[in-house]
């Protein structure tokens, strides 16, 4: 069975501390992994689609990275407004069945 | 990237009751899906709405709870029937947009008393 593990379940970063957040899987066969964010009351938003080991994706503050069991959302010098909860989804089935982890979420603090 | 838009953006409902969720996305789209997200939880999907045909349900959800309707490739709706308060969650349409990537609304959160 697909699994999707995220870790940590919660993280506090003081402004301009970077940090990585984790998201390791159990597929067989993926198609593609998913990182989108979230804030409170609203649906996520996407960031970022990675599809081989060794990709890389970047926008703005955040970096996406994969290897063959696990990718990373890199968060450089952080600001108050990068402050959500991240969710990571995996894409192994047919197209619009993800897997999501259960988030990190991220606080950000002046 | 698709604009998603859902009706309501939030409810309260009484026990017993049933709710129609809309999904209105401003392009033609061929997937559409529903997922829920119960508090403090992670989305599941619930169901992928085909246009013309009957929904296709994930494990542990059957058309008689959630039906779903799809009259052509902008619009869906997903109703929660006889609801209860363990119905209490966000519902988010879904789409695949031509790049690939998974688009969501801003969900409708319904609160069950």
């Known amino acids: 069975e697909d699994q999707v593990t995220q870790s940590p379940e919660a993280l506090r970063l003081q402004e301009g501390e970077s940090s990585s957040l984790n998201c390791s899987y159990t597929?067989?066969?993926?198609?593609?992994l998913f990182w989108y964010r979230q804030d409170p009351g609203k649906g996520p938003e996407f960031l970022f689609t990675?599809?081989?080991a060794g990709e890389e994706k970047e926008k703005e503050r955040l970096k996406a990275t994969l290897t063959k069991k696990e990718s990373f959302l890199h968060i450089t010098a952080p600001k108050p407004e990068d402050s959500a909860t991240y969710l990571c989804?995996?894409?192994?089935?047919?197209?619009?069945?993800?897997?999501f982890g259960a988030g990190t979420q991220v606080v950000v603090t002046p | 990237s698709a604009v998603i838009s859902q009706k309501p953006s939030r409810d309260i409902c009484q026990r017993g009751t049933s709710l129609t969720i809309q999904c209105q996305v401003d392009?033609?789209?061929?997937?559409m899906f529903w997922y829920r997200q119960q508090p403090g939880q992670s989305l599941t999907l619930i169901a992928t709405?085909?246009?013309?045909?009957?929904?296709?349900?994930e494990s542990g959800f059957v058309i008689d709870k959630f039906p779903i309707s799809r009259p052509n490739l902008t619009f869906s709706t997903l109703t929660v029937s006889n609801m209860s308060p363990e119905d209490s969650s966000i519902y988010l349409c879904?789409?695949?947009?031509?790049?690939?990537?998974?688009?969501f609304g801003e969900g409708s959160r319904l609160t069950v008393l």
């Open positions: 990675l599809y081989s």
């Open positions: 392009s033609q789209v061929t997937m």
């Open positions: 879904s789409v695949v947009w031509s790049s690939g990537e998974l688009f």
């Open positions: 709405a085909n246009q013309g045909s009957e929904a296709t349900y």
């Open positions: 989804a995996v894409h192994a089935d047919s197209w619009g069945k993800l897997q």
């Open positions: 597929v067989s066969g993926l198609r593609g």
